[in-house]
């Protein structure tokens, strides 16, 4: 059983261009949620998406915005890279529940912006 | 910002002793989990403890829950060279899909 698939691994890319990161959840769940993860920092909560819908949305402004399709898996888009973008992006899904969730985390995508 | 703080900040420990790491929130939670993260890699999610919870029991993992302190302890026993990761306590709060992570314990073990 796959568990979560991010694609790519790692990316460049220079400031001021735009980024599309891929997620696959692990099988059998239906909510992924997008985390950005500074060097030396936890994870900080981008958005989740439940039923191609974003459900929830952190404190980021409007040039992350992403989508969910109808096999669940997940695209994390970012326009405009700034410099401060650079971080580990962290993809998470788990199955809609109303009690606790275990989040199941994919290895990641480290963006680097130049 | 952070929800939650992890305390200290970075451990290191000779193999076979045991390791504790505390994390404190700041507003009421539902839920607390312990996450392990190695060479910036992926989170592995190690354990769940409810808000109704005091202690919970995982292999070598003991987690400690007091809601009253708004404070959380992870103990890993036995520690072996495996177990050098950073360690990330995260809540998770009524109406609130997100998962809140504090900044993390780096543990380092020394063979």
């Known amino acids: 059983d796959a568990g979560v698939t991010q694609s790519p691994t790692h990316l460049i890319k220079t400031r001021g261009q735009q980024v599309t990161l891929r997620c696959s959840p692990k099988?059998?769940?239906?909510?992924v949620s997008w985390y950005q993860q500074a060097l030396g920092q936890g994870p900080q909560f981008i958005f989740q998406?439940?039923?191609?819908?974003?459900?929830q949305r952190g404190n980021f402004p409007d040039r992350f915005s992403g989508h969910q399709f109808p096999n669940y898996s997940s695209e994390l888009n970012v326009n405009a890279l700034l410099l401060g973008d650079s971080a580990l992006y962290l993809c998470?899904?788990?199955?809609?529940?109303?009690?606790?969730?275990?989040?199941?985390f994919g290895q990641g995508t480290r963006l680097t912006v130049v | 910002s952070q929800q939650g703080e992890e305390d200290p900040q970075a451990l290191s420990i000779q193999e076979g002793e045991n390791a504790t790491m505390n994390c404190s929130y700041k507003?009421?939670?539902?839920?607390l989990q312990w996450y392990r993260q190695n060479s910036g890699r992926g989170l592995v999610h190690l354990i769940l403890?409810?808000?109704?919870?005091r202690e919970k029991h995982s292999g070598r993992l003991r987690v400690t829950l007091d809601t009253s302190k708004k404070s959380s302890s992870l103990l890993i026993t036995a520690s072996r060279a495996a177990d050098t990761a950073s360690y990330f306590c995260?809540?998770?709060?009524?109406?609130?899909?997100?998962?809140?992570f504090g900044a993390g314990t780096t543990v380092t073990v020394r063979a």
């Open positions: 995260a809540t998770d709060a009524e109406d609130d899909y997100k998962l809140s």
């Open positions: 403890i409810r808000s109704n919870e």
């Open positions: 998470a899904s788990s199955l809609f529940s109303w009690g606790a969730v275990e989040a199941f």
């Open positions: 507003t009421s939670i539902n839920n």
């Open positions: 099988s059998g769940h239906d909510t």
């Open positions: 998406y439940y039923e191609e819908e974003e459900r």
